[in-house]
T-cell receptor
Framework: EAGVTQFPSHSVIEKGQTVTLRCDPISGHDNLYWYRRVMGKEIKFLLHFVKESKQDESGMPNNRFLAERTGGTYSTLKVQPAELEDSGVYFC?????????????FGPGTRLTVT | GNSVTQMEGPVTLSEEAFLTINCTYTATGYPSLFWYVQYPGEGLQLLLKATKADDKGSNKGFEATYRKETTSFHLEKGSVQVSDSAVYFCALTASGTYKYIFGTGTRLKVLA
C-alpha cells in the first residue's frame, strides 16, 4: 500500500509569489490533515478535511492560505502571496474514518523556503 | 488549553546507552498519546501509542507508559543504536478530537 505522498519535496520562492503544495493521502482515508513546522519549533496543526469538507481549519494562520480537497482525494495548500514567515516544513497526514484509529500517517513533508 | 512539553535536545549518547526522553502533557479528559520519529530525510513515522491510562506502548525496543497521575509519557530504550539517531516527537489528541498537538521534538544522536 502506498503511503502519503507530497509534492514538491522542496520549494524555494520569493516573497510575494504563489506556491501550491500537493498531498496524496493513503487510498481510502477519509481524513486528511495539514501541519506545519516552522524554524525547528513544534509541529502545528493547520486544518483537517473529512472527505472534501473542511472539518476544522482553526490552525490556518491567515487568509493567504487556501486549502482544497476536491473530490475527497488529493489536497492542495496554496500560499498567496508568500511571506518570509511562511518558510518551514509542511506535512500532510491521513487517517481512516472514525476515532477508533487515532493514529495518523504522515508524508515526507514539503520544505518551503521564502526568500 | 492542551499542550505537550518535551525535553530540549539535542541528546547525544554512546551506542548501547540507556535513553529517556521526557514528555509531559496538559489536556482535559483522556487524551491519546503518541511518539513519532523522523529519521534524516524522511517523514514522520508512528513509533508507539497509548490510548488510556497505564497503557504501555512499545515498538523496536522503545517503550512509553501513559501516566495519568503525573501527566507523562516518557520514551525509553534500554540500549540505543546508531540507527536510532533521529528526531523524536511526543504528541497527543484530546478526547473526541482528531488534531495532533505536538511537542517541539528532541534530536537524538547516537555515537558508535
Amino acid at each position: 500500500e502506498a503511503g502519503v505522498t507530497q509534492f514538491p519535496s522542496h520549494s524555494v520562492i520569493e516573497k510575494g509569489q504563489t506556491v501550491t503544495l500537493r498531498c496524496d493521502p493513503i487510498s481510502g482515508h477519509d481524513n486528511l490533515y495539514w501541519y506545519r513546522r516552522v524554524m525547528g519549533k513544534e509541529i502545528k496543526f493547520l486544518l483537517h478535511f473529512v472527505k472534501e469538507s473542511k472539518q476544522d481549519e482553526s490552525g490556518m494562520p491567515n487568509n493567504r492560505f487556501l486549502a482544497e480537497r476536491t473530490g475527497g482525494t488529493y489536497s492542495t495548500l496554496k500560499v498567496q502571496p508568500a511571506e518570509l514567515e511562511d518558510s518551514g516544513v509542511y506535512f500532510c497526514a491521513s487517517s481512516p474514518a472514525g476515532l477508533s484509529h487515532p493514529e495518523q500517517y504522515f508524508g515526507p513533508g514539503t520544505r518551503l523556503t521564502v526568500t | 488549553g492542551n499542550s505537550v512539553t518535551q525535553m530540549e535536545g539535542p541528546v547525544t549518547l554512546s551506542e548501547e546507552a540507556f535513553l529517556t526522553i521526557n514528555c509531559t502533557y496538559t489536556a482535559t479528559g483522556y487524551p491519546s498519546l503518541f511518539w513519532y520519529v523522523q529519521y534524516p530525510g524522511e517523514g514522520l513515522q508512528l513509533l508507539l501509542k497509548a490510548t488510556k491510562a497505564d497503557d504501555k506502548g512499545s515498538n523496536k525496543g522503545f517503550e512509553a507508559t501513559y501516566r495519568k497521575e503525573t501527566t507523562s509519557f516518557h520514551l525509553e530504550k534500554g540500549s540505543v543504536q546508531v540507527s536510532d539517531s533521529a528526531v523524536y516527537f511526543c504528541a497527543l489528541t484530546a478526547s473526541g478530537t482528531y488534531k495532533y498537538i505536538f511537542g517541539t521534538g528532541t534530536r537524538l544522536k547516537v555515537l558508535a
